[in-house]
Nanobody, 119 residues
Framework: VQLVESGGGEVQTGGALRLSCTAS????????MAWLRQAPGKEREFVAS????????YYGNSAKGRFTVSRDNTENMVFLQMNSLKPEDTGTYYC?????????????WGQGTQVTVSS
């Protein structure tokens, strides 16, 4: 399984970004998709996860009320809509696939996409 993120960039405080993750290969054994992020000098942080059906989502505290995770299984894609961005949202955002709920055991990782929020 390969995961490729895109959509990162630099925005000002209060702005929005939509991240995408494209999956290829057999993802059936890793049905739960998740987004995580890592800021410089900090540990990797869970952001959001979504079940294969898309009916269930789960968010870390930093994402609640501002971020929305979704997926399109016909395109093998997962999205993270980020609104009301803050400087503390700056970091590298990773897409991951795994099993388990609500925070899965991760089997596959993408290479990450950089998000920078300027004040």
């Amino acid at each position: 399984v390969q995961l490729v993120e895109s959509g990162g960039g630099e925005v000002q405080t209060g702005g929005a970004l939509r991240l995408s993750c494209t999956a290829s290969g057999d993802t059936s054994s890793s049905p739960v998709m998740a987004w995580l992020r890592q800021a410089p000098g900090k540990e990797r942080e869970f952001v959001a996860s979504i079940t294969y059906s898309g009916r269930n989502t789960y968010y870390g505290n930093s994402a609640k009320g501002r971020f929305t995770v979704s997926r399109d299984n016909t395109e093998n894609m997962v999205f993270l809509q980020m609104n009301s961005l803050k400087p503390e949202d700056t970091g590298t955002y990773y897409c991951a696939a795994g099993i388990g709920w609500p925070v899965p055991n991760y089997h596959h990782w993408g290479q990450g996409t950089q998000v920078t929020v300027s004040s």
